[in-house]
């Protein structure tokens, strides 16, 4: 079964710091793999995704991501934080091997950006 | 033109009572999905259908019944609700296994 795992339920960045947020995946086939952002009250926004293309994907926001298949992750990147990046983040695994395309989603990230 | 809505927005109810929250999209997209978000941010599946067909039915009570009238409708019908049902209750619908769009979510709170 696939299985998503986010390390650091809370991450704190200054602005204009580095973003790095963790996710780390187990498949048995070559997976599908999203970065979804939830702001306060809101439904989920995709920020980018990686479907076998480019290992390399970015996103919205001047989000990005890589696919490393050694490593099995997926860690989610920005050069410089802004206040606005406050939110929590949840990275998700297609799970295309059920033949259902069900996500199975990370427990998430909060980000925080400090002034 | 909201791509995936979901009415009610908020919901708060006694328990044992029955209530639907109802979900449309717009997307023409084939399947749709239901997801439950609990108080710790957890998000799981509950429900998917696929043109009408239920093709994903997790661990849920059966107090919980998805129904789908139509490809761009998906509604959620729980009876006798419990305390343990409050949550955030979110509908998304994909083209197979690509990206889901998520509606805004339903608050449901049983007190």
């Known amino acids: 079964a696939q299985s998503v795992t986010q390390l650091g339920s809370h991450v704190s960045v200054s602005e204009g710091a580095l973003v790095l947020l963790r996710c780390n995946y187990s498949?048995?086939?070559?997976?599908?793999l999203f970065w979804y952002v939830q702001y306060p009250n809101q439904g989920l926004q995709l920020l980018l995704k990686y479907t076998s293309a480019a290992t390399l994907v970015k996103g919205i926001n001047g989000f990005e991501a890589e696919f490393k298949k050694s490593e099995t992750s997926f860690h989610l990147t920005k050069p410089s934080a802004h206040m606005s990046d406050a939110a929590e983040y949840f990275c998700?695994?297609?799970?295309?091997?059920?033949?259902?395309?069900?996500?199975?989603f990370g427990t998430g990230t909060r980000l925080k950006v400090l002034a | 033109d909201t791509a995936v809505s979901q009415t009610p927005k908020y919901l708060v109810t006694q328990m044992g009572n029955d209530k639907s929250i109802k979900c449309e999209q717009n997307?023409?997209?084939?399947?749709m999905y239901w997801y439950k978000q609990d108080s710790k941010k957890f998000l799981k599946i509950m429900f998917s259908y696929n043109n009408k067909e239920l093709i994903i039915n997790e661990t849920v009570p059966n107090r919980f019944s998805p129904k789908s009238p139509d490809k761009a409708h998906l509604n959620l019908h729980i009876n006798s609700l419990e305390l343990g049902d409050s949550a955030v209750y979110f509908c998304?619908?994909?083209?197979?296994?690509?990206?889901?769009?998520f509606g805004p979510g339903t608050r449901l709170t049983v007190l």
């Open positions: 997307l023409g997209h084939d399947t």
């Open positions: 998700a695994v297609s799970d295309k091997g059920s033949g259902t395309y069900k996500y199975i």
């Open positions: 998304a619908s994909s083209i197979t296994a690509d990206t889901q769009y």
């Open positions: 498949s048995s086939v070559p997976p599908y």
